[in-house]
């Protein structure tokens, strides 16, 4: 594996927001194409891991990597312009404005033709949208919000997405749905990197699970390895001890 099969190298990184930092030592290097879900604890970090990837945390150490490229120290807009996604945990879409409203604001950072195309390219990936674009945002199913949510920032065309709990609160066929979508992400050019609290579910669709505890890596492996191994599964896989 080259240098340009990594798109995102995490060494030695130390975030958090205060004095101390929360998450600690954390390290990963994920290919380019994969899905890779974090899955922990309340509590555990696995937010401002994420925040940290796109820029939003205080930095203590460490380093996250690009292609190869040290981006620690640039703004979250720098990082969007280089191809780095971020959907927040909650869903914020303008419930107050109609679907093709959001899909406009989630434009921002294009501008001429490639703002009608971006919108176009949307909507043929997600055809439920564009079946929906005169209703308010606010009336759609929760699972269509996440989906709306996540293709106002696919927008801005990212390499790399970062999804903070996508499924939370969803109904169990909003999650499937939800699920589905991002399994299909990678045979689009994008490389994946979700936690959840749905840890089968993501798991199910991923290359690579990391186990979060108290801001530091419990395990990391192929999915698979993770799904199987014993702790994992009565912790959050509802299964029983063997
Ligand atoms: N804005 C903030 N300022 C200070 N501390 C914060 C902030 N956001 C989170 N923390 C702290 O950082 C730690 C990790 O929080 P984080 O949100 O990353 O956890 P999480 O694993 O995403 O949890 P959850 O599953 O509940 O979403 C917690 O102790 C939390 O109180
Ligand atoms: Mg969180």
Do not use: W
């Not at 290097?29 to 555990?44: F, R």
């Not at 176009?120 to 005169?134: C, H, I, N, W, Y």
Request: glycine share 10%; aromatic share 6%; hydrophobic share 45%.
């Amino acid at each position: 594996m080259t240098a340009d099969d990594i798109i995102l190298e995490l060494d030695q990184l130390s975030v958090g927001y205060t004095d101390e930092p929360v998450v600690v030592d954390f390290a990963a290097a994920i290919p380019v194409g994969s899905i890779t879900t974090v899955i922990g604890p309340n509590g555990a970090g696995k937010s401002t891991l994420l925040r940290a990837v796109y820029g939003l945390n205080r930095h203590f150490g460490g380093s996250v990597r690009f292609f190869g490229r040290s981006i620690e120290r640039l703004a979250p807009r720098e990082r969007l312009k280089l191809g780095i996604g971020f959907v927040p945990q909650g869903r914020c879409n303008f419930p107050l404005m109609t679907v093709r409203e959001n899909l406009e604001l989630g434009t921002y950072t294009l501008r001429g033709s490639a703002v009608a195309d971006s919108i176009e390219r949307v909507l043929v990936q997600f055809p439920l949208l564009k079946a929906k674009l005169s209703v308010l945002a606010g009336n759609l199913s929760g699972g269509e919000q996440q989906i709306l949510e996540i293709a106002m920032v696919l927008e801005a065309r990212p390499k790399l997405l970062l999804l903070d709990e996508p499924s939370l609160g969803l109904s169990p066929a909003n999650q499937d749905q939800i699920f589905e979508t991002i399994a299909e992400l990678p045979g689009r050019g994008l490389t994946v990197m979700v936690v959840e609290q749905n840890a089968h579910g993501a798991l199910q669709i991923s290359d690579i699970g990391i186990v979060m505890e108290l801001g530091r890596i419990f395990m990391a492996g192929p999915a698979a390895e993770v799904i199987a191994d014993p702790r994992i599964k009565v912790a959050y896989l509802g299964g029983e001890a063997t």
